[in-house]
């Protein structure tokens, strides 16, 4: 992963007036994640809750994609060799085209 490189770019962004966007679905996955690590990185929910409100919910704008939208990209999937953990990349994605954001940042990617 490469945390240190997307929060720079990220903070970059920021302080030159750009605006974050997130998916909604990663907020449910960012939950989900940080509830389920093995101790001793887990955390309560409550606190995941709270790191999630602050840092994702707050000032940020959230997309989330109609039934429509994932209907038509489940549909486009096999065809575009969408399998597996990339189908939520392929969500993320759409969610990015949907909200005109521009290019992506993935914590695991770094900028898409």
Known sequence: ???????????????????MVIAAVTLAESY??????????RIAPTDALALIAANFMNGVQTV?????????LLRQAPSKG?????SYDAVIAACV??????????LEWGAL
Do not use: C, F, N
């Open 1 to 19: 992963m490469q945390h240190k490189p997307v929060a720079a770019e990220l903070e970059r962004r920021l302080a030159r007036g750009g605006a």
């Open 32 to 41: 989900a994640v940080l509830t389920r690590l093995p101790p001793p990185d």
């Open 64 to 72: 989330a994609l109609a039934p429509d939208a994932y209907h038509a």
């Open 82 to 86: 969408i399998a597996g953990g990339r």
């Open 97 to 106: 085209s949907q909200a005109q954001a521009g290019r992506p940042l993935d």
